[in-house]
């Protein structure tokens, strides 16, 4: 479904990303991981278009994404920071988007409902709290019922009743058949969820494997566990493909 081939982007002198290969399939509950300054982010935005790879190609559906616009209407997604208009209601900026993006049939408005938005809809946007901008946020990247979600950091800020909630939609659109790619530094919040991990470090690509195939190497079944295992391992080249 996402195909990137021999991607690299550089700030200046500086390699954000360096060469990397990944096929990404439908239904999958990808986790992408590394420390800070990793790619992770770089990475993201380059599949959103948001940043321009000097080196390699991304494939959509069979489509490399340069000069070909059309197919981010195909993805959700939800920043790690959402920034609205300040004197926009909740309402407001839901209406707005909708218009931006007038001539899409069903909407999916069930996290609008479940996180309660619909009761405080009157809401300014700078009058919210950080979790329930990113209440907001989630709302919008899931609104057009999209085949890829992309969340950045998407539990940061919600309360344990609103992570569940969001955890849940996740796993529901996966089984869906959609593709949903998903940083986060919390790996607590990944267990249960993910189908495959994949790991940055200095821009490179560790290892790109299934949850199975790293519980079955590490003998773990926390993701807190299994990636301390392997970045600690002495081998760990030898249990890392790329
Ligand atoms: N616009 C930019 N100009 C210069 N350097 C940049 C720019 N964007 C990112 N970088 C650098 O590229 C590297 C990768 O950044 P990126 O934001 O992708 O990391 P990340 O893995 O998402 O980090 P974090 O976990 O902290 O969010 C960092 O060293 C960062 O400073």
């Not at 990793?38 to 940043?51: E, P």
């Not at 069979?62 to 920034?83: D, L, S, T, V």
């Not at 969001?166 to 659109?173: F, H, M, Q, V």
């Not at 267990?191 to 790109?208: A, P, V």
């Amino acid at each position: 479904m996402i195909r990137i081939e021999k991607l690299t982007k550089s700030f200046g002198k500086f390699k954000a990303l360096d060469g990397i290969d990944l096929s990404l399939e439908k239904g999958q509950a990808v986790s992408l991981l590394g420390p800070n300054g990793s790619g992770k982010t770089t990475l993201i935005k380059s599949i959103l278009g948001l940043v321009i790879p000097e080196k390699g190609d991304i494939i959509i559906n069979g489509q490399p994404i340069r000069n070909n616009p059309a197919y981010r209407a195909h993805i959700g997604y939800m920043p790690q920071i959402g920034r609205y208009p300040d004197n926009m209601t909740i309402e407001q900026v839901l209406h707005m988007i909708k218009d931006i993006r007038k001539g899409q049939s069903a909407l999916d408005e069930e996290l609008y409902e479940s996180f309660g938005l619909d009761k405080i809809k009157h809401k300014k946007m700078r009058t919210l709290s950080g979790g329930t901008r990113q209440k907001v946020s989630a709302c919008i990247a899931f609104l057009f019922s999209p085949d890829v979600y992309i969340l950045d950091e998407p539990t940061a800020g919600l309360d344990p009743v609103a992570n569940e909630i969001l955890k849940d939609k996740i796993a529901a659109e996966c089984a869906r058949g959609k593709l949903v790619l998903i940083t986060s530094h919390v790996l607590s919040d990944l267990d249960g969820l993910t189908s495959h991990i994949i790991y940055l470090q200095d821009g490179k690509l560790m290892f790109h494997q299934s949850i199975e195939q790293l519980q079955e190497q590490t003998g773990e079944t926390k993701l807190n566990t299994i990636i301390a295992k392997i970045l600690t391992h002495a081998d760990r080249k030898q249990i890392c493909i790329s």
